[in-house]
């Protein structure tokens, strides 16, 4: 029987209803699905403006249509997965030299539940999270599981090799997690994130930012009604 009357022993808890990541001011955030356009214009506009002033005239132009292709194809190919952001280094570190790096992403989606685990059950969450990372057939990857902001989650790690025909010329080192949204068992948040290092997906500055991409995670907190 339903009843407006509170149960004062009853802990509430709001329902999940986005997320929230600490990201540094050089990482900029591209919508996927509502407002992408004006999302895109603004941090080439923002970019354009850092482009030295003595820079020659006739380099300006040319540079600037090359950022746009780049940066307008890496979200052409991340909308092409049907996520919810992007987010991409698009500022210079420490204020050095202008430049414009997508080396680096990380894109934000949601895996629902595929029919066949619901009906026959996959045993244990960790079990579903695992087979639903497995979907794309990667094989040889490390994988570990714990806990994030209370819910459930599982990493998985590997290089994956270059594909041109994809616009992928060099491997890249990836580190995704995938994280049960609390609440709604059907639901999962997944948060990939792509860097090619220093060239080399294995070399220093692939470790470096792969420990931070765990640390930005570590801090991973849901938003709530």
């Known amino acids: 029987m339903l009843t407006d009357e509170a149960d004062p022993s009853a802990e509430t808890i709001a329902p999940v209803t986005g997320y929230r990541l600490l990201l540094p001011d050089q990482w900029a955030q591209v919508p996927l699905r509502h407002g992408t356009e004006e999302a895109v214009h603004r941090i080439l506009e923002d970019a354009y403006t850092r482009v030295p002033k003595d820079a020659p005239p006739d380099k300006v132009g040319p540079y600037k249509r090359e950022l746009a292709r780049r940066f307008r194809r890496a979200v052409a190919q991340a909308q092409q997965t049907k996520g919810l952001d992007l987010y991409l280094p698009v500022k210079p570190m420490g204020g050095g030299e202008f430049n414009f790096s997508l080396g680096a992403s990380i894109l934000v989606s949601e895996s629902l539940l595929p029919r066949r685990f619901g009906t026959n059950g996959a045993g244990e969450p960790t079990d579903i999270a695992v087979q639903l990372l497995s979907q794309d057939g990667v094989e040889g990857a490390d994988l570990s599981s714990g806990e994030i902001d209370g819910a459930l989650a599982v990493r998985r790690e590997h290089v994956a090799a270059a594909a041109p025909d994809r616009g992928a010329e060099l491997a890249s080192r990836r580190v995704e997690y995938i994280v049960s949204v609390p609440g709604d068992p059907d639901r999962w948040f997944v948060a990939a994130f792509s860097t090619i ?26 938003r709530r009604g």
Do not use: S, Y
């Open 197 to 222: 290092g220093g060239g080399n997906p294995q070399d220093e500055l692939a470790e470096a930012l792969v420990e931070w991409f765990d640390a930005v995670m570590a801090n991973f907190r849901w």
